[in-house]
């Protein structure tokens, strides 16, 4: 059909009335994707599986996320169901956002998911801290770094647990073999050197099925003498997305 306003005005005009905008479908459309996110319209970045008792998060998805992570866009992660028949599962995928003492409206659920405190699960519940900071916050470190110290725990009731992995720039800096267990928690210390972000990956399958992301959560930043994060790979990746868009 004919499009009569770009995504971007319409996210525009969703926040300027206050409302919450997320980018769907990760990691697609593409199209204008990339550049409403560069734009800063974006409060918010959702992860889809079709059916999550028969997948996972999709790994491409978390990829693209871990992209504009890179770049400094500190973008929560939330989760959809993308129900278009009876196939799918309603709430299979969900978003758990922390709202600490704030009242349970929908007005404060929006503003706490904008900070940024967020898991998606397919299952499996998560936490993280880093140096005692949840997701969506950002930790300082002086111009030479240091090691910051990361406190996780995952509980999950039904989807057996296979690893739970510590991942710092987009990489694993460590993984902890749960062996199908229900639950498990434990600390990791990480150097820092130069400025990045820390995130919690699970992984784990309903069907058995080796390397699956059954759950992660939204990300620290850790900033070193205030430098910005850049990755020239990325950035040069998001504008091919954009020029192709274009």
């Given at each position: 059909?004919?499009?009569?306003?770009?995504?971007?005005?319409?996210?525009q005009?969703?926040?300027?009335?206050?409302?919450l905008?997320?980018?769907?479908?990760?990691?697609?459309?593409?199209?204008?994707?990339?550049?409403?996110?560069?734009l800063?319209?974006?409060?918010a970045?959702?992860?889809?599986?079709?059916?999550?008792?028969?997948?996972?998060?999709?790994?491409?998805?978390?990829?693209?996320?871990?992209?504009?992570?890179?770049?400094?866009?500190?973008?929560?992660?939330?989760?959809?169901?993308d129900?278009?028949?009876?196939?799918?599962?309603?709430g299979?995928?969900?978003?758990?956002?922390q709202?600490?003492?704030?009242?349970?409206?929908?007005?404060?659920?929006?503003?706490?998911?904008?900070?940024?405190?967020?898991?998606?699960?397919?299952?499996?519940?998560?936490?993280?801290?880093?140096?005692g900071?949840?997701?969506?916050?950002?930790?300082?470190?002086?111009?030479?770094?240091?090691?910051?110290?990361?406190?996780?725990?995952?509980?999950?009731?039904?989807?057996?647990?296979?690893?739970?992995?510590?991942?710092?720039?987009?990489?694993?800096?460590?993984?902890?073999?749960?062996?199908?267990?229900?639950?498990?928690?434990?600390?990791?210390?990480?150097k820092?050197?130069?400025s990045?972000?820390?995130?919690?990956?699970?992984?784990?399958?309903?069907?058995?099925?080796?390397?699956?992301?059954?759950?992660?959560?939204?990300?620290?930043?850790?900033?070193?003498?205030?430098?910005?994060?850049?990755?020239?790979?990325?950035?040069?990746?998001?504008?091919?997305?954009?020029?192709?868009?274009?």
């Amino acid at each position: 059909d004919a499009q009569e306003l770009s995504m971007a005005e319409w996210a525009q005009r969703c926040a300027d009335q206050g409302g919450l905008v997320v980018m769907p479908h990760g990691p697609n459309p593409q199209c204008e994707r990339a550049a409403d996110i560069v734009l800063g319209l974006i409060h918010a970045m959702e992860m889809m599986t079709f059916n999550p008792h028969h997948g996972q998060l999709n790994p491409y998805g978390i990829a693209d996320w871990y992209r504009y992570l890179n770049l400094g866009y500190h973008i929560p992660v939330v989760g959809g169901s993308d129900k278009m028949a009876a196939a799918a599962q309603l709430g299979g995928v969900r978003t758990y956002t922390q709202m600490g003492d704030a009242e349970f409206t929908y007005e404060n659920w929006m503003s706490a998911t904008k900070a940024g405190n967020t898991f998606v699960t397919v299952g499996p519940l998560a936490e993280m801290t880093v140096e005692g900071q949840s997701p969506g916050s950002k930790v300082e470190l002086s111009v030479s770094g240091g090691t910051v110290n990361v406190t996780w725990k995952v509980e999950s009731v039904s989807l057996p647990i296979d690893q739970v992995e510590v991942v710092v720039g987009g990489l694993v800096h460590e993984q902890v073999n749960v062996n199908k267990g229900l639950s498990a928690s434990g600390t990791s210390e990480v150097k820092v050197e130069d400025s990045t972000w820390i995130g919690l990956r699970v992984r784990g399958s309903y069907q058995g099925k080796h390397g699956e992301i059954a759950a992660h959560t939204s990300v620290v930043q850790v900033l070193v003498a205030g430098k910005p994060l850049y990755s020239q790979n990325d950035a040069t990746a998001v504008l091919e997305q954009i020029e192709g868009a274009i």
